[in-house]
């Protein structure tokens, strides 16, 4: 044990309280193991000042520098009168052991620091954005990736990480987006618990874990309009049917922290909602963690009007389950005035300092304050080459093949000249997208870095044509003249990675700048293009879609993404990305998703007194779960072993998926059903399983899924969760708009 830990300092002060505590320390523990720390807490709480007990519900930054190693004198000052809880984006061994350092030997109680960072898709070691990871609905290697982003993060000292985000979001105007899984509560669902699992991994023992952070608690990703921060209003049964899921997906999977949303919801700040945050999420769902607001969210309740000053925003939050204060400050000053004239409940103050000190027991900071912060270990970790190989298997399955016509793509090796243009060809730092975290743009590739290594020098030229985001056209002669000479061009176009991420909502989803101008100009030499589109949200492209024969959805790959991209348009891999999100024809469409009502007037065709637009398609651009592939897959019918079922039986659904190309390839067989005549309105249709298969040309596979009571229940007018009798549509497809369908009957 450290000499200088809090133990060992205050055995020597107060040695018949602490004895029995010393002797009884373990030293390294799992997540699970809750109740054995509660002696010690309490023993902990008899001594601690009001002003360190609202110390330890207070965390702090670290300046945001790139390196993460520099911090303001007024913070030290705190943590060394123990009035810091926490820091967060202060990272790397040495760093952050110098802070902790400080807090073990200079604060009066020696309690060690948290370390906290956003690691959203990588630390450094960047994987693709999360919702490019959910489009290759790939459960395992979503999980790989947050192991990989755990152990990294760990051996830089960080113990606790803000991700997952389990934002739905069905309004791609909404920059944050990119942090999520898409607009379907079923796969966010899946891989909400995939990353709480591999960023958690089993536990604490070896330091290559982290706490997992469920964010934003609740329907962040539902405000009005698309507009950052902007106000959430929605029924009840939406918010429990869409909106909580994933959450509570990630808590059951054992998630130990959870951050409040900047939102409101239904009139309340969701950093002051004791319905959210004590009926929810502690009564309903037995959530035992701590809960911390985001960035000054408990100093904004004054801003959303329900708190007049800075106690009544403290005691509005913390009596609402708001544990910890990110960055206001409000807690630490004001938790002491509530205490001296009796506002707050003394206990409500505790139960709150025991989570956030639960956690640090957990993650053994008291037996060793010091044990995540190893500067060996750090360099024999960081950016090791099975992680880059994890980042690069990552990155192909991720990408979709939106379009393909005349079988363009792959490309042959063998081809005489390609010319690489678009603002995005050279860009490294786009690569890794937003919220890259420690991430080093340096060391990431971009596709032209990647068609460098993939073909001879002599056959690549490259132009930029434009700028990403100005209105600047004289690049585009040089770029046209290239795309004369070549035998095919490829045309790297999208956002730049600052446009997506927090606070960059858009009211226009076309390529930004001059780009859709930069590709008709290319469209005009004749010459075959492939469109590699990097973004973070779904875009409005639809003259690309009209007039480009290929396009891949690149996202924001990662930091290997030239060489993975590479290997896709070069066939090495074949794609098999599923789109987790819509693509809309245009922003009068949002919100447009595949599980959308029918409506009493559904629009047939041809009838002008139905659901429709006049001057658009009500279809998208892009459904749900398309993503083409090299090769082509044929579905049989479906076939069932019975077509009626009681509460307590299961149907057995089998659909027989034959590659009839000549490609090797994956295909991510979509089970969709349809509640067709309930108590209340159901959807057209809602994903409740996938499968996801490799055949090799010429090869069949019989693909079959259980239909069970779960995938039946809805939440009814009383918000009652089960099934009702009936008939029930059971689609399989390839996408969420090509199906074959049949009819079960559900008997009560």
Partial sequence: MIKNSLFFRLVSTHKILFISILMSVTPFFTYSQHDQFDSKIDSLLRIMTPEEKAGQLSLFTNDLNPTGDFIQDHYIQLIEKGLAGGIFNAHGAKYTRKLQEIAVTKSRLGIPLLFAFDVIHGHHTIFPIPLAEAASWDLNAIERSARIAAIESSATGLHWVFAPMCDISRDPRWGRVMEGAGEDTYLASLI???????????????????????????????????????????????????????????????????????????????????????????????????????????????????????????????????????????????????????????????????????????????????????????????????????????????????????????????????????????????????????????????????????????????????????????????????????????????????????????????LPGVQNELAKAIFKTGKPVVVVLFNGRPLTINWLNDNIPAILEAWFPGTKAGTAITDVLFGDYNPSGKLPMTFPKSVGQIPVHYNMKNTGRPYDGFTNTTSRYTDSPNEPLFCFGHGLSYTSFEYSEITLDKNVMNDNETINCSVNVKNTGKYEGEEIVQLYIRDKVASITRPVKELKGFQKINLKPGASKTVTFKIEKSLLAFYNYDLQYDTEAGEFEIMVGTSSDMVKTITIKLLK
Avoid at 459 to 465: C, S
């Fill in 192 to 510: 909400a618990a995939s990353r709480v699992k591999g960023f958690q991994g089993d536990g604490f023992a070896d330091a290559d874990a982290v706490a997992a952070c469920v964010k934003h608690f609740a329907a962040y990703g539902a405000p009005q309009a698309g507009r950052e921060y902007h106000t959430v209003d929605m029924s009840e049964l939406t918010l429990h049917e869409v909106y909580l899921p994933p959450y509570k997906a990630a808590i059951d999977a054992g998630a130990l922290t959870v951050m409040s949303g900047f939102n409101e919801l239904n009139g309340v700040p969701a950093t002051a909602n004791p319905y959210l945050l004590q009926k929810i999420l502690r009564d309903e769902w037995k959530f035992d963690g701590f809960v911390v607001s985001d960035f000054t969210s408990v100093m904004e309740l004054m801003y959303h009007g329900v708190a007049a000053d800075t106690a009544q925003a403290t005691i509005l939050a913390l009596e609402a389950g708001t544990d910890m204060d990110m960055q206001a400050s409000f807690y630490l000053q004001s938790i002491p005035y509530l205490l001296k004239n009796k506002l707050l409940d003394p206990k409500v103050l505790d139960e709150s300092v025991r989570k956030v000190l639960q956690l640090k027991f957990q993650l053994g900071l008291f037996d060793d304050p010091y044990r995540f912060c190893s500067e060996s270990h750090e360099k024999e970790i960081v950016l090791k080459d099975e992680f880059l190989e994890a980042s690069l298997d990552m990155a192909k399955k991720s990408m979709v093949l939106l379009k393909n016509d005349g079988n363009l793509l792959p490309l042959s090796k063998d081809v005489k000249k390609i010319a690489l243009i678009g603002p995005l060809a050279n860009s490294k730092q786009d690569m890794i997208g937003g919220w890259s975290a420690a991430g080093n743009p340096n060391e990431a590739e971009s596709l032209l870095d990647g068609l460098k290594k993939a073909i001879q020098s002599e056959k690549l030229m490259y132009a930029a044509g434009c700028k990403v985001n100005d209105d600047d056209s004289s690049g585009f002669k040089e770029a046209v003249e290239l795309a004369a000479k070549a035998d095919v061009v490829v045309l790297a176009l999208g956002e730049p990675a600052w446009m997506t991420g927090e606070a960059t909502s858009r009211t226009n989803l076309d």
